[in-house]
């Protein structure tokens, strides 16, 4: 009966694990108790403690992930997943073995897909990217043919396709997201052929795996995210940077006028051709818009300039707010108000008497 296997040349099979990790605290003098434990005043919390082993066991796998994940060449790989299929990166040889307890094995043979049968001389390395059928059979000295045997094989030489998918309100500025505490980011990647392994994000802690999750900002500041992913044979997608700006400042609104004010009473009154300056500005980001109304139950609208007439009759009001690119508005509106001036003094000519 002929006996056959197919094994795989210069192929890694990618199997991840972490190590375990033991702490052990020594005993010393000053922590033997007899009865009921009392502190001695220089121990460290557990939860501190913990806080630290944690911290420790992040950093360790961050620099093993970089590791891996910013090496040169991978080589050949030859994965199996867990439906059967056979992953190569177009690098990896298949060698076929075969033996039979009787005659003896005279010929192999394979093809690739609906392909010319090839007697097989030595190890196979297909190339050409793609999903494969490989077959293969052997036939004894006696003429004996063993029943084709197959696999699917994909070849895979292309990275997942990264997408950066930012949720909620944001405004992309030459290349740069501005936005609020509270902004996620949904990073995702998809592989057409072999599976993606892993998506990975650098925030300026180091690498980490994502856990398919968003990505959560609640701290104002400046932030440079860089993600990547790789399938399951270590294609590896280029490196995608994101600058984000985080801006939790309200944006603040000055006026003025372009006259002084006087008062009459307890009113403030308005010179003629009285004009209030408009102006804003943010600490973090930058203004989008400037926003008014002339009465306290009237809509917003937006200012298209930067300065505003006094209207020559009853009394002026006016609220002014300005929204800035992250989303932030004014939480308390200036306002501005005053009385227009009285009507300017009119002379009347009266005719003297000896006129004719």
């Not at 059979?137 to 990275?159: C, M, P, W, Y």
Request: contains cysteine.
């Amino acid at each position: 009966m002929n006996k056959f296997r197919l094994t795989a040349v210069a192929a890694i099979l990618l199997i991840s694990a972490q190590p375990a990790v033991f702490s052990e605290t020594p005993l010393t003098s000053d922590k033997v108790f007899i009865g009921k434990p009392e502190a001695t005043g220089n121990e460290v919390p557990e939860a501190e403690n913990q806080k630290l082993r944690s911290a420790k066991i992040a950093a360790r796998r961050s620099a093993e992930l970089s590791s891996r994940l910013t090496e040169d060449n991978p080589g050949a790989r030859l994965v199996t997943r867990a439906d059967g299929v056979y992953c190569s990166n177009g690098l990896a040889s298949l060698v076929f073995e075969g033996d039979d307890d009787h005659s003896g094995l005279v010929q192999i043979r394979y093809r690739l897909n609906d392909g010319d049968w090839n007697d097989y001389r030595g190890p196979v390395r297909v190339r050409e990217e793609g999903r494969h059928w490989l077959k293969w059979e052997s036939v004894d000295r006696v003429g004996n043919r063993e029943k084709q045997q197959g696999i699917r094989l994909f070849v895979d030489k292309t990275a997942p396709l990264v997408t950066i998918a930012p949720q909620g309100e944001f405004l992309l500025l030459k290349n740069q997201i501005f936005a609020r505490p509270g902004f996620k980011m949904l990073i995702t990647a998809k592989d057409e052929t072999c599976g993606v392994q892993g998506v990975y994000i650098d925030s300026g802690s180091g690498w980490r795996k994502s856990e398919n999750q968003a990505l959560e900002f609640n701290q104002a500041g400046r932030f440079t995210v860089r993600v990547m992913a790789d399938d399951i044979i270590d294609n590896r997608s280029e490196i995608r940077s994101v600058q984000l700006t985080i801006d939790g400042d309200e944006p603040t609104v000055q006026l003025r006028t372009n006259k002084p004010l006087y008062k009459e009473g307890n009113e403030v009154v308005c010179r003629p051709e009285t004009e209030v300056l408009v102006a804003a500005s943010d600490a973090s980001s930058e203004i989008n818009r400037i926003e008014i109304r002339r009465s306290p139950s009237a809509g917003w609208l937006v200012l298209h300039h930067d300065k505003i007439e006094v209207s020559q009759s009853g009394e002026f009001y006016l609220e002014v707010r300005a929204v800035d690119i992250a989303g932030n508005t004014t939480k308390s509106p200036e306002i501005f108000r005053c009385k227009s001036p009285a009507p300017p003094p009119k002379s009347i000519l009266t005719p003297k008497d000896g006129q004719k």
